[in-house]
């Protein structure tokens, strides 16, 4: 339904348009490259590798900004009085996954962005490393790691690998 969706409305467009899609759809909190990689494969007809690329790209390009803003922004956002619930329930979240990330740390928080299930990517995952103090270099390096591991997940379920697998087990 959503590939659908995108053919139907980015299906004529020009190949660089598709590929901007993607890149795009990656950035995006929750959807991430879980979502992008799909698209771009499924929708667009994007080579697996260049969709891979893209995605990976696009989905880490907003985790230094998260890792450095989050917390005063959270903070500004819990002192006015329409995005005090917002604010409030971000930081809910990352308590609630700050055990898990702890125990490992930086493996720990690797792995939680490994997991290709919504809430559990690159903005998650940079919202518990920032909350939970975590230092910049490695929650970069763990959610980097996270990333391209759910991106080959990701890829290999796309393309039927894992199907392939599973059958011969």
Not at 137 to 165: H, K, M, P, W
């Amino acid at each position: 339904m959503i590939a659908e969706f995108f053919a139907n409305t980015f299906g004529q467009a020009p190949e660089f348009v598709k590929y901007i899609v993607t890149f795009l759809i990656s950035m995006l909190p929750v959807v991430e490259l879980r979502g992008a990689i799909p698209v771009g494969i499924a929708a667009f007809g994007i080579p697996w590798y260049w969709c891979y690329i893209i995605s990976v790209i696009g989905n880490l390009l907003p985790v230094p900004i998260i890792l450095l803003f989050i917390k005063k922004l959270i903070g500004w956002m819990k002192t006015t009085k329409k995005l005090n619930k917002l604010g409030l329930w971000l930081e809910s979240k990352a308590e609630k996954n700050t055990p898990k990330v702890q125990r490992f740390e930086v493996f720990g928080l690797m792995i939680f962005v490994a997991i290709p299930l919504p809430m559990t990517g690159a903005w998650t995952g940079a919202l518990v490393a920032a909350l939970t103090g975590m230092k910049f270099r490695n929650a970069l390096i763990s959610i980097t790691g996270g990333v391209l591991i759910a991106g080959v997940i990701v890829t290999l379920i796309c393309e039927g690998v894992l199907g392939f697998l599973s059958f011969l087990i």
